[in-house]
């Protein structure tokens, strides 16, 4: 959320993150993360040992030497713990804020059978009731307008300070509990129980009380764990080979070398990774069901974007009327006027608006409605003996031909040219037969293109949906820059061209607002809703965009990615550390007995003590060194996924082993000065 803090550490997080990193320490807790839990066990023999040589134990070394071990380990766990407080603690400080802006405020319950208003409170709304809502109400809960328009502030949810406008009717319907009425007056039908509204999840997933692990996430600690499994083979056969050196090694010795070789830098910081992939989603007005969606983003290979207010201005005007030769301008004005009285789309209204009639004189009396819908792409209504009929020239012309009249070849010629230049047609029909056209127009989002070729380098291809006839689609996806295009889309179509990409392990992206878009959503690898839209989209979707942002789609997959690299970057570099953490400890635990292994001891560390000592304080540094990088993330550049590859194998994989030589090194020339 924009009004939320952006700092890493906000106000009483590291106060409250280091209790929960000591709460953390329970091992029903570590053994969900089994790296750490077996330093954790690592940690508790340590503890033993030391106790055993203060009661008297002189072959395990000394008691200084064997508590710093301890202590050292001991802060390894608490230093991982506190990477995933701290994340689950800035999402803990943004709940807060959420809970500060639900409140139990009164509700006016509508009473149809009265036609009354009951002041209630807030808590007393059951689903499916209705309320009013006028000038300066705080909306008790969330709904869908049923009646009205108004003007509302939603910067309570979204941070932004500019009012928003909702109506009834359309994908722009749905209220958010919390949010305030600046003008006129609305009436909704409460869509959520109590406890389940929006808010009241956003704060479960924030605080991360709804967080599951990604199959990606789920997989690396199976990996992780499997790794340690090895090196505890390895630890293990040391025992028997430095008996038979004559090299008698401690239990310190052992447990730094195993501490130390297994990967437990990103085994500290997987889980904040994951964490601070939903928060950054979230700070950029996104609220995100599950980790996985996030995740799933940075691997999308296809987006499905709506045509009309993602690549084009959106709500498309009425620029003109086209008669039919012989046909009374009026005449098609005044049909054009009521086949749109039941069009409560933004096309419809503007039909209005240009026509500028009155409308009180003009609707005739008893008039049976047909309203607009995807499906048919059809409005109208229908009196006395007059059918009229506005729509699509495919959906008209079907119409016109089943009714045995023949379909105007000047229609084709105008609503090609209207098509050719980027407008839609719509044309208009009187008892099946053609008066005219209508022409709309919409125009392309400034720098839509530069976005699309980024989204391009980043290997996705772009497609666009639209209710348009194929030359307008076509000229539309031209002037955008987008990889491909649906003309006349009905909502299975979009359904059937996903499953297709899914069919062909493709991963696809959809956004959409409207219930016609539910089941595209639902279908779709990553669904997000507008905050706008209905109920029904939000509900199918994954994610939901607080902004009704259309093209924030893209910001989504550049977290995803960033989620995807900075987990991989890391571990990249945490497996790369136990190069020089190996060319440290092993030449130490036996370069008395094999002085060849002299060779081996390339930072000339001062002694076994030092070197061991040396390691252990890296490894436990190494992890709140790297906690702002995993709260951050990598940074993400459209480069190409073979562009990637290589800069963080050589930024990570050889950082990852240089940076252990020059802090080891440093560390045992302070460690030495005590030695």
Not at 342 to 371: M, Q, R, Y
């Amino acid at each position: 959320m924009k009004n939320s803090e952006n700092t890493l550490f906000p106000k009483g997080a590291i106060s409250a993150a280091l209790k929960s990193a000591f709460y953390k320490l329970d091992p029903r807790l570590m053994l969900r993360n089994p790296v750490m839990f077996l330093v954790e066990v690592g940690t508790l023999v340590m503890l033993v040992v030391c106790v055993g040589i203060a009661l008297g134990d002189q072959s395990q070394g000394s008691l200084a030497y064997n508590i710093c071990v301890f202590v050292l380990l001991f802060l390894t766990l608490i230093f991982a713990n506190f990477a995933e407080a701290i994340a689950e603690a800035r999402g803990k400080a943004q709940a807060d804020s959420l809970r500060k802006t639900r409140s139990e405020t009164p509700a006016k319950l509508w009473d149809d059978s009265t036609g009354k208003v009951k002041l209630i409170s807030s808590s007393e709304l059951k689903k499916g009731d209705v309320f009013v809502c006028t000038a300066d109400d705080i909306i008790p809960s969330d709904g869908e307008i049923i009646e009205g328009l108004a003007t509302i502030d939603e910067s309570a949810i979204t941070g932004e300070s500019a009012p928003v406008i909702r109506e009834a009717g359309g994908d722009k319907s749905s209220v958010t509990g919390g949010t305030k009425v600046l003008s006129d007056q609305i009436k909704v039908v409460v869509t959520a129980s109590q406890g389940e509204s929006f808010l009241d999840k956003m704060i479960a997933l924030v605080e991360g009380a709804s967080r599951q692990k990604t199959p990606n996430e789920i997989a690396l600690t199976i990996l992780l764990a499997g790794f340690s499994l090895v090196f505890i083979i390895v630890i293990v056969s040391l025992k028997p080979m430095s008996s038979f050196a004559q090299a008698p090694i401690a239990i310190a010795a052992f447990i730094s070398l195993f501490v130390c070789l297994i990967p437990t830098t990103i085994g500290g910081l997987l889980s904040a990774i994951g964490i601070a992939g939903m928060d950054r989603a979230l700070r950029a007005n996104v609220v995100t069901k599950s980790g996985r969606a996030v995740e799933t983003a940075g691997d999308i290979d296809v987006l499905l974007l709506d045509k009309t207010g993602t690549i084009t201005i959106g709500n498309r005007k009425a620029t003109a009327f086209h008669p039919l030769s012989g046909v009374d301008p009026q005449h098609l004005l005044r049909a054009s006027v009521l086949s749109s009285l039941a069009d409560t789309t933004p096309e419809g209204k503007s039909i209005l608006e240009l026509a500028n009639l009155d409308l009180a004189k003009l609707t005739p009396k008893d008039p049976v409605f047909v309203k607009f819908s995807a499906e048919t792409r059809i409005s109208g209504l229908d009196f006395e003996q007059t059918r009229i009929r506005k729509g699509a020239i495919d959906a008209i012309r079907r119409l016109v031909e089943n009714a045995g009249h023949s379909f105007p070849d000047q229609i084709l010629e105008l609503t090609s040219k209207i098509s050719n230049n980027g407008g839609t047609p719509l044309v208009v029909a009187e008892n099946e037969q053609v008066l005219g056209v209508v022409e709309l127009q919409d125009i392309i989002k400034t720098g839509i293109r530069e976005r699309f070729e980024r989204l391009r380098k980043m290997g996705i291809k772009t497609v666009m949906v639209t209710g348009d006839n194929p030359l307008t689609a076509k000229y539309i996806a031209e002037q955008a820059g987008v990889d491909d295009f649906i003309a006349e889309a009905k909502p299975e179509d979009k359904m059937q061209y996903i499953r297709h990409e899914q069919a062909e392990g493709r991963l696809v992206a959809m956004m959409g607002d409207g219930t016609n878009d539910a089941p595209a959503l639902a279908q779709a690898n990553v669904g997000v809703a507008m905050n706008s839209g209905t109920q029904a989209a939000k509900e199918a979707g994954n994610m939901v965009d607080l902004d009704n942002d259309p093209t924030k789609l893209i910001e989504v997959v550049e977290i995803g990615k960033q989620l995807l690299m900075t987990r991989g970057a890391l571990t990249t570099f945490s497996i790369a550390n136990d190069v020089a953490k190996y060319f440290a400890i092993i030449p130490a635990l036996f370069i008395t007995a094999i002085p060849a292994l002299q060779g081996l001891n390339v930072m000339q560390l001062h002694s076994p003590e030092s070197a061991i000592l040396s390691s252990v304080i890296f490894n436990a540094l190494i992890i709140p060194a790297l906690i702002p990088l995993a709260l951050r993330g990598v940074p993400y550049k459209p480069i190409g996924a073979s562009a990637l590859l290589r800069r963080n194998l050589l930024l990570y994989g050889l950082g990852g082993i240089i940076a252990p030589f020059v802090g080891i090194k440093l560390i045992d020339l302070l460690v030495s000065i005590w030695f």
